[in-house]
């Protein structure tokens, strides 16, 4: 058991020392207050997971694909899920650690230090006032706000990871889907909290 233990420290370790090392981090994940080393050295990998050999961020034309494979994307106007039967189409682990441990990680921090929380905070106003419009609530209904809300921000969050991992690189971020195709006019800059 001590080897095991032993051997689990020198992999934290290692991820600690080498996320350091990585670009996105240095510029802007640091400054995430809830974003630890670990957890963006995870993040990181399931990404780079995409890569081809010899490719970095550059292989992530638009943020539309990031989301897609993390399982954030929509079609048809549903959220994309896994289908009996079929492989699924996106990054399961990747989706897992995302709308889990981040979403649960940045949703824990004081509203006053975290911009993501106080994101999520919004997020699940504008959902709450829509349940209330339609006037369709049920006991499962709060629990449903709240799995929107998250998603929202996670997706905002795999938004600013895009756009600050490509400008590490020199590479340009593009207009995201929702300005350049939907039309919407607030631009929110990656949150940095530290």
């Not at 802007?28 to 995870?42: I, K, R, S, T």
């Not at 549903?78 to 699924?88: E, H, S």
């Not at 889990?100 to 504008?126: I, M, N, T, W």
């Amino acid at each position: 058991m001590q080897d095991y233990i032993a051997m689990e420290e020198k992999v934290k370790n290692f991820l600690n020392a080498a996320v350091k090392k990585h670009p996105v981090w240095q510029n802007w994940l640091n400054q995430v207050y809830g974003v630890g080393a670990l957890l963006a050295a995870e993040i990181i990998g399931e990404f780079e997971g995409a890569f081809g050999e010899g490719e970095g961020i550059e292989h992530f034309k638009t943020v539309s694909q990031m989301w897609s494979f993390a399982g954030l994307g929509v079609e048809n106007g549903k959220a994309i899920g896994l289908q009996k039967g079929t492989k699924a189409r996106y990054n399961v682990r990747l989706k897992s650690v995302l709308l889990g441990r981040l979403a649960e990680s940045l949703v824990k921090r004081d509203p006053q230090k975290s911009g993501y929380r106080r994101l999520y905070e919004q997020f699940k106003k504008e959902e709450t006032a829509k349940v209330e419009e339609s006037k369709e609530e049920s006991p499962a209904t709060k629990i449903v706000i709240h799995r929107m809300a998250l998603r929202k921000m996670v997706k905002v969050f795999v938004s600013h990871l895009f756009e600050e991992w490509r400008k590490v690189y020199g590479l340009e971020a593009g207009a995201a889907y929702v300005f350049e195709k939907l039309g919407h006019k607030e631009y929110l800059p990656p949150i940095r909290d530290r």
